[in-house]
């Protein structure tokens, strides 16, 4: 079997490095790759829609349908992760319970202390130390990536950025939480199915806008119609739809990263993990 | 000698994504854990993306933005003068379905693990088997 492997990939590889022969070489100008369309693009793309970020452009206007099946996409993972792991009845399993004041730990078979109790609380099976400086630094750290996420976000037009990059960063500064203290702690800020809601709301959100152009007279996903209900011209138009659209994808990733990562790091259970 | 010396420095970079292809493609097909073969697919996929991203520099050209952004509307904009925006795009959303796609694998891995108690696949071709 490893050697079958070794050999395929080998032959694999040697077809390709043959074929590299008819390749440009690297960082030619006038590579096929860069003189067909994309000339196009950095051409017109500024005044057909007001935005210098090409990329941002070509991504949420350009080709818009691309970038909605792909949202689509990373909903349907996120979709396809609590289907496949999310345990509902969960049976009465041991769990730890600390004593705050006097750091008694209690190991308890299958009952269970109230969740919300002042003076115990709840600690992981697998228990790691309590950390004062990380659970303090991340604690601190975590309202500026939100801000810097959100600045990505909204800021996509003009630097680098936009809603998939915004959407991870958001999604990390929530699973920051959820590893320096606990899952327990992230899922008191943005619980489950707040969580799951935002996934489909971002998937609305940019089908909802492709469906207004459709109102307002237009194809499907074609801004510059929106003109009309945004009191800007068509231009302007198109560069606030790329906003909105790139507002929806930055929540539909948002939730999803957060999502998977407590589906998978819990097993499905949703309350202790790494 | 001296006529592979020039192809290599012209087309190093295609030759990195293939040797890196090839570790991929091997650890799927010959690794016997199921981790290890998603991290293979990884690789592989990780491969795939520098190819694309490095189809679209152009030697000498700086990032897809428009320089004074709107007033540049005005006056020509010589396209040699930005990378191709194209693969950037493309490989933009690749990137996250990439790592989304990446939960699903891993979550059938743990349902997997949860249904034989292990990841190796010759254990579990052998629970699989009829006896």
């Given at each position: 079997m490893?050697a079958?492997?070794l050999?395929?990939v080998?032959?694999?590889g040697g077809l390709l490095?043959y074929?590299?022969q008819?390749?440009p070489?690297?960082?030619?100008?006038?590579?096929?790759?860069?003189t067909?369309?994309?000339?196009r693009?950095?051409?017109?793309a500024t005044e057909e829609?007001?935005?210098p970020?090409?990329?941002t452009?070509?991504?949420?206007d350009?080709?818009?349908?691309?970038?909605?099946?792909?949202?689509?996409v990373i909903?349907c993972?996120g979709?396809?992760?609590?289907?496949?792991l999310?345990i509902?009845?969960?049976k009465?399993?041991d769990?730890?319970?600390r004593?705050i004041?006097t750091e008694?730990t209690?190991h308890i078979k299958?009952g269970r202390?109230p969740?919300k109790?002042?003076?115990?609380?709840r600690i992981d099976?697998?228990w790691?130390?309590?950390?004062?400086?990380i659970?303090?630094?991340?604690r601190?750290?975590a309202?500026?990536?939100?801000?810097?996420?959100l600045y990505v976000i909204?800021?996509g037009?003009?630097s680098?950025?936009?809603?998939?990059?915004g959407?991870v960063i958001?999604g990390a500064?929530?699973?920051?939480i959820a590893?320096?203290?606990?899952?327990r702690t992230?899922?008191?800020?943005?619980s489950?199915?707040v969580?799951?809601?935002?996934?489909?709301?971002?998937?609305f959100i940019?089908a909802?806008?492709?469906?207004?152009?459709?109102m307002?007279?237009?194809?499907?996903?074609?801004?510059?119609?929106l003109?009309?209900?945004l009191?800007?011209d068509e231009?302007m138009?198109r560069?606030h739809?790329?906003l909105?659209?790139?507002?929806?994808v930055?929540?539909t990733?948002?939730?999803?990263?957060?999502?998977?990562?407590n589906?998978?790091?819990?097993?499905?259970?949703?309350?202790?993990?790494? | 000698?001296?006529d592979?010396?020039p192809?290599?420095?012209?087309?190093?970079?295609?030759?990195?994504?293939?040797?890196l292809?090839?570790i991929g493609?091997?650890?799927?097909?010959?690794k016997?854990n199921l981790?290890?073969?998603?991290v293979g697919?990884?690789i592989?996929?990780?491969s795939?993306?520098?190819?694309?991203v490095?189809?679209?520099c152009?030697?000498?050209?700086?990032i897809?933005i428009?320089?004074?952004?709107?007033?540049a509307g005005?006056?020509?904009?010589?396209?040699?003068?930005?990378?191709?925006?194209l693969?950037?795009?493309l490989?933009?959303?690749?990137?996250v379905?990439?790592?989304s796609?990446?939960?699903v694998?891993?979550?059938?891995a743990?349902?997997?693990y949860?249904?034989y108690?292990?990841?190796e696949e010759?254990?579990?071709l052998?629970?699989l088997?009829p006896?």
């Open positions: 490893k079958a492997g050999i395929i080998l032959l694999t490095l074929a590299t008819d390749f070489p690297w960082g030619a100008p006038d590579s096929p790759a860069s067909h369309v994309s000339p693009y950095l051409q017109k829609t007001a935005v970020n090409i990329v452009a070509v991504l949420a350009y080709r818009g349908f691309d970038t909605m099946f792909e949202t689509t909903f993972a979709i396809g992760c609590f289907v496949l999310r509902f009845r969960q009465p399993e769990r730890y319970y004593h004041a008694i209690l299958g202390l969740n109790s002042r003076e115990f609380e099976t697998l790691t130390p309590y950390d004062l400086v659970k303090t630094v991340c601190i750290l309202p500026f990536i939100q801000l810097f996420a909204a800021h037009h003009h680098p950025g936009g809603g998939f990059q959407g958001l500064s929530i699973i920051l590893i320096s203290h606990n899952m992230a899922i008191a800020r943005i489950e199915k969580d799951n809601l935002l996934m489909a709301v971002g998937v940019y909802g806008i492709g469906a207004v152009c459709v307002l007279g237009a194809a499907f996903l074609d801004y510059g119609n003109s009309v209900i009191f800007a231009i138009a560069s739809g790329i909105g659209v790139e507002i929806g930055g929540i990733v948002m939730a999803v990263m957060i999502s998977i990562y589906n998978l790091a819990s097993a499905g259970k949703q309350d202790e993990g790494l | 000698m001296s592979l010396i192809i290599l420095v012209a087309k190093y970079n295609y030759w990195l994504y293939i040797v292809m090839m493609l091997y650890a799927m097909i010959a016997n981790v290890k073969k998603l697919m990884n592989f996929q990780t795939i993306i520098l190819f694309y490095s189809i679209g152009k030697k000498g050209a700086t897809p428009i320089q004074h952004g709107m007033a005005h006056h020509a904009i010589d396209p040699s003068h930005y990378v191709n925006p693969p950037h795009v490989m933009l959303t690749a990137i379905v990439s790592v796609t990446f939960g694998a891993l979550a059938l743990i349902k997997t949860h249904q108690k292990t990841l010759d254990e579990i052998a629970r088997r006896r």
